[in-house]
Antibody, heavy 119, light 111 residues
């Protein structure tokens, strides 16, 4: 069965960086893209970007350009999302999700990783 | 402010049908058939319920259906059940550089 297992919760200070991992299993990793979606406490979902696990091509949300980097390691079927220059409003649960058949839907999700930014 | 507009809350009694709307523009909902719907229970990850406006993934109940008219997409849940109580989010492809936008979410209460 398809599974996406994310790394554990993080606490960071403003200005620091965080790198969240997402290990995939149950399917051919390079056949699907991975998107990252975040959710601030009590708020809605926000799409952060997408990476092709086939060739590493990326597309990032405009508001995060320059602060976010998404990568993959095909040898371990793991996707990574790094966010730099953290601010308090980056406090959120970060989800990885497999990109589905349409290319713009997300058919399997990780369990989420809480990133708290606090001084 | 979210790019797609959803009602903050809807409610219905068991067995009834409800519809959640998702309004965008011709640059997203109205221009493409890439509307998806997600169900999210408290403390859980979202679950894909509908993709490409009206397609159901394998395993999703046929009580859930999707449609679109102009710039507004809709999710209809028929035969409401207690376990349908959750937050629902729509999303759409957008022609802007941010390729996917979400609605603000709708809290469904089953009375």
């Amino acid at each position: 069965q398809v599974q996406l297992v994310q790394s554990g919760a993080e606490v960071k200070k403003p200005g620091a960086s965080v790198k969240v991992s997402c290990k995939a299993s149950g399917y051919t990793f390079t056949s699907y893209g991975i998107s990252w979606v975040r959710q601030a406490p009590g708020q809605g979902l926000e799409w952060m970007g997408w990476i092709s696990a086939y060739n590493g091509n990326t597309n990032y949300a405009q508001k995060l350009q320059g602060r976010v980097t998404m990568t993959t390691d095909t040898s371990t079927s793991t996707a990574y999302m790094e966010l730099r220059s953290l601010r308090s409003d980056d406090t959120a649960v970060y989800y990885c999700a497999r990109v589905g058949v349409s290319g713009y839907d997300f058919d399997y999700w990780g369990q989420g990783t809480l990133v708290t930014v606090s001084s | 402010q979210s790019a797609l507009t959803q009602p903050a809350s809807v409610s219905g009694s068991p067995g009834q049908s409800i519809t959640i709307s998702c309004t965008g523009t011709s640059s997203d909902v109205g221009g493409y058939n890439y509307v998806s719907w997600y169900q999210q229970h408290p403390g859980k990850a979202p679950k894909l319920m509908i993709y490409e406006v009206s397609n159901r993934p394998s395993g999703v109940s046929n009580r859930f259906s999707g449609s679109k008219s102009g710039n507004t997409a809709s999710l209809t849940i028929s035969g409401l059940q207690a376990e349908d109580e959750a937050d629902y989010y729509c999303s759409s492809y957008t022609s802007s550089s941010t390729r996917v936008v979400f609605g603000g979410g709708t809290k469904l209460t089953v009375l």
